[in-house]
């Protein structure tokens, strides 16, 4: 009875195939470093943006004039002055923060002659019908990955970073679009 079983479990599967687990092409060794260096290679990059700018203006303007017109004469006396004061001062001031924090994994796209790295990647997300996008695209230098195969966005080059949401709460924090068309007209 056992004998037959195992025939009929070896007659399914067939005999093993001859071949090696090494692969010359996609061998690393153990101690080899596993940070990212070739197209199609992952890299982890840590989003720390944190931008802020003030702006203030302040101005100042004064101006006096004044006419004077004296008639005299023994029999006639008379003056008339016309004067104008003109007066002005205004001030502004503009304040811009932002923060971004986040991590992306991207992949090398292309290996530069210098030997950088263009990466480029994005991320989907979808929490409550909100759905937020983040992509990533910029040149890293390999001395620059951690031998976490991470990098810092500060250390992107040429980074472009987008951060962007679209469902209900992002259509409430666009103008609609009468208010756009006043804004026009500077109502």
């Known amino acids: 009875m056992v004998g037959s079983f195992a025939q009929t479990v070896e007659s399914k599967a067939g005999p093993a195939a001859r071949g090696s687990l ?3 092409s996609s061998y690393q060794a153990l101690t080899s470093d596993r940070r990212g260096h070739k197209v199609g290679d992952l890299v982890t990059v840590i989003i720390f943006e944190n931008a802020s700018a003030s702006s203030t203006a302040d ?3 004064n101006r006096d004039s004044n006419v004077g017109l004296s008639i005299s004469t023994p029999t006639f006396n008379k003056s008339a002055g016309v004067g104008a004061n003109s007066d002005f001062s205004g001030g502004g001031r503009t304040q811009r923060a932002g923060k971004v924090l986040g991590q992306l994994t991207v992949f090398v796209r292309e290996v530069l002659a210098n030997g950088d790295l263009f990466v480029s990647g994005e ?3 979808e929490v409550n019908g909100e759905r937020q996008v983040i992509k990533l695209e910029g040149h890293v230098r390999p001395k620059d990955i951690t031998e976490l195969n991470t990098v810092l966005s ?3 080059a040429d980074a472009k970073i987008s951060f962007s949401g679209d469902g209900v709460l992002g259509d409430r924090q666009r103008p609609a679009w009468w208010q756009k068309l006043l804004g026009l007209f500077g109502v």
């Open 22 to 24: 090494y692969s010359e």
């Open 154 to 156: 500060t250390r992107v």
């Open 59 to 61: 101005t100042g303007a």
């Open 123 to 125: 991320q989907s997300l």
